[in-house]
């Protein structure tokens, strides 16, 4: 959520940054609202401090002896005067956070304007593979080697959905233990959290109320509590669509001290998502799915240290895919492209040679205070009073469901095996070589 000081004091940079979203932003009625709302506070003020004085003469006029009905109706017409401007007072307090909660994040101010066009790719590793026969595509790659039931996965939950099987459940198991072991290495803490969250949840990471159809709704409106009901919300429950949406909650509401910051966190969970729309052709199999496997990455830094943590996470999720030995990207996303509570993403790209292009495997994104903001996530400095809204970070640790199809591409052979890469063959129990079973 934006500062709403920002709005006020810096109207013009707010539009000029959210314009490099395409975002077309008009304040002039934000504003006005705001100025009368402003108003309205001052003079709400000043008719309590009368009412409160006129309510002190009421028992000296009785032990006076004196008629205190004049006084009394007056009092009355101020209540009634009062009540009507706290009722216009919360329409316009609900009005406003409506307004500023629908606002998208600032992008950071070296980030290009413009859509996926306007993205930039930084650098590329690793060898792109060159095949002296004709290479398959995963999908059928996965089934001759018996690693993905994708027909059994649609009969058991509908389209989007696949089954692994023996070596396939196997080798996205070692993924999962690889990816793990690395950030227990690197010092991050793991967490698995709940895969049912409150909306509240939803709130804080700034995909509520906009982004509401993304997700799987749970509880409708009998389950709804009175709070959640007021409020206006149509359901109380959802799955998550990342550990983003859990981690950046644990310390809602909460202040920090310095000396507890960074907070480095990971997490694994399925995710959970509606993928609305139709698939492009080239994305049959594991590119998009309603379920897959991911593991999160996740910091609470000082704001004077979310630069180098957002390095750190594109450094880390560089390396898991370096060691993978699989070729890949990186890419500094456009302002239109980063999603709407960042403040820039540096995607990590890696190639999957049967669409002849690039697949994100892990986003790294850093949203400022902007998710603080909407938790109440704040810290304090030694010896300060008040505090500060830290800054919050996140990263895929990876995503499966696109390093899988691109290992059974990239490390395909000849006869139709897969060459397991060498830093998952410990996870496999030495196995080498995926081929078909007889």
Known sequence: MLDINLLRNAPRKVVEALAKRGFDL???????????????????EELKAERNAKSKQVPELKRAGEDATELLAEMKELADQIKAMDDELTALNAEQLRFIEALPNLPAEHVQAGGKEANQVLSSAGEKPEFDFEPKHHVDLAKDLGLIDYERG??????????????????????????IDSHIKDGYEMILPPHLLLYDCGYTAGQFPKFNDDVFCLGGADALSPRDAELGRDFSHFLLPTSETALINLYRD?????????????????????????????????????????????????????PAALKELVEKAERL???????????????????????????????????????EVSSASCA??????????RFRREGAKKPEYLHSLNASGLATSRVFPAILEQYQQADGSVIVPEVLRPYMGGLEIIAKQK
């Not at 705001?34 to 108003?39: H, L, Q, S, T, V």
């Not at 001290?257 to 966190?265: A, G, H, I, M, T």
């Not at 993928?275 to 998009?288: L, N, T, V």
């Open 368 to 377: 400022g205070e902007y998710q603080a903001r909407r938790g109440l996530i």
């Open 26 to 44: 008009d304040l002039s009625d934000f504003l006005a609202s705001d100025e009368k709302r402003r108003e309205l506070i001052h003079k709400t």
């Open 321 to 359: 895919v370096s060691e993978l030995g699989l070729h890949y990207q990186v890419s500094r996303l456009a302002a239109g492209d980063v999603s709407a509570s960042m403040q820039e993403t540096y995607d990590i790209e890696v190639w999957i040679p049967s669409m002849n292009g690039y697949k």
């Open 154 to 179: 649609a009969k058991l939950s509908g389209n989007g959905y696949w089954l692994y099987t023996g070596l396939g459940a196997r080798l996205e198991w070692a993924l999962l233990n690889y990816f």
């Open 254 to 306: 909460e202040i920090l001290d310095e000396k507890d910051l960074p907070k480095k966190f990971f997490a694994y969970t399925p995710c959970y998502r509606r993928e609305a729309g139709s698939y492009r052709a080239d994305e049959r199999g594991m590119i998009r799915g309603h379920q897959f496997n991911k593991v999160e990455m996740f910091q609470f830094t000082k704001p004077e240290d979310s």
